[in-house]
């Protein structure tokens, strides 16, 4: 019996072997298994003019522009500040509510205006006073459109905090969550408040799109190569058995 099996065995994998090598490239695999494309990195400075010329009216300090990219998750360093004279974005971590990422996975996945939400709003925003607050140094922020309208009200604005510090993505693969302010590491809020200052534009949006699920596993209408030589070496010995007896 166990010479059968040895025989059998042998069969089947050398069949298998056979359908293995068979196999398409992965230049020429079909459809079905093809690997998802990154999407194109987003170009701060082009997103900054756009939202300037259509807030002109709105935004008297037109020299340094704050984006927010809330397509990608906290993990990534997607606060860019735009440097409109020299053409020069540098980019920071920032947070999002947590009525946004309530399984706090690190993405956001949906915005809200409204107030009890806990959630990040979309839009453009114009940046106010300074103030000293229950999270220390903050800045005020005016919501300029119907999706952020409401951003006073909720008391969404610039602060610092622990749960924001990058040294956390190191360690938690994430940052923490604020209740829909735009909140910084402690060390790196002075140099924010300062660069990005009052009356100037800051405009979040989900400008990356998110990474695409994959595609439903469907097997092919047609066997793989080798597949058929599988199933003679199957026929002709019987099924393979589970144990010996």
């Not at 196999?23 to 459809?31: D, G, H, I, M, S």
């Not at 704050?66 to 606060?79: I, K």
């Amino acid at each position: 019996m166990s010479e059968l099996i040895d025989r059998r065995a042998l069969l089947a994998g050398l069949a298998g072997a056979g359908a293995l090598a068979a196999l398409p490239t992965r230049a020429q695999l079909p459809n079905w298994v093809q690997q998802p494309v990154a999407a194109p990195p987003v170009d701060y400075l082009s997103v900054a003019k756009k939202q300037l010329a259509m807030q002109a009216r709105n935004i008297p300090q037109t020299d340094r522009v704050g984006v927010v990219d809330f397509g990608l998750p906290s993990s990534r360093p997607r606060f860019a500040l735009v440097d409109m004279v020299a053409g020069r974005v540098d980019l920071f971590p920032v947070t999002h509510g947590r009525g946004s990422d309530p399984q706090h996975d690190g993405w956001l996945k949906s915005f809200s205006n409204r107030v009890g939400s806990l959630a990040t709003s979309r839009g453009a925003y114009r940046t106010g006073d300074y103030y000293w607050g229950a999270n220390g140094s903050s800045m005020r922020l005016a919501g300029l459109e119907p999706d952020n309208s409401n951003a006073d009200v909720r008391a969404i604005v610039v602060h610092g905090a622990w749960y924001a510090d990058p040294a956390l993505i190191a360690t938690q693969g994430k940052l923490g969550r604020s209740e829909g302010c735009f909140v910084f590491g402690e060390e790196l809020l002075p140099m924010i408040l300062y660069k990005l200052g009052p009356g100037r534009l800051l405009f979040a949006d989900r400008l990356s799109a998110p990474p695409p699920l994959p595609a439903p596993f469907d097997l092919p209408a047609d066997p793989l190569p080798g597949m058929e030589n599988l199933r003679r070496a199957n026929s002709v010995n019987g099924p393979l058995p589970t144990t010996a007896d």
